[in-house]
């Protein structure tokens, strides 16, 4: 085990370890049904409006799927952190040698 200073080892922190893969998923999930929610709210607004509304409505309704797909598709970016050493609580604690 490398060690930072003198006898202290370095300890990655889980700060800054990367969300989890579940939880960017649920977030496209979520964001994929709300422009869905969205589009199905334009086509029942196409039939009960009429005028530039009503033609508004019917093109947010067929460009709406494209739109909610790419979102949904994109992952975030998996940025790089930076890893930061931390020094342990208790120093004098035994560590598992590997």
Do not use: E
């Not at 964001?31 to 039939?47: E, K, N, P, Q």
């Not at 009503?54 to 598709?73: E, K, M, S």
């Not at 930076?82 to 598992?96: K, Y």
């Amino acid at each position: 085990m490398s060690t930072a200073r003198g006898d202290q080892p370095t300890v990655q922190s889980v700060t800054t370890a990367r969300a989890k893969a579940a939880d960017d998923l649920n977030a496209r999930m979520r964001h994929y049904l709300v422009t869905m929610g969205i589009r199905t709210g334009c086509f029942v607004l196409a039939f009960l409006t009429s005028g530039w509304v009503r033609w508004t409505c019917v093109a947010l309704a067929v460009v709406l799927p494209y739109i909610a797909v790419v979102f949904a598709n994109a992952r975030s970016p998996r940025a790089a952190g930076r890893l930061a050493p931390v020094a342990p609580r208790d120093p004098h604690r035994r560590q598992i040698d590997s």
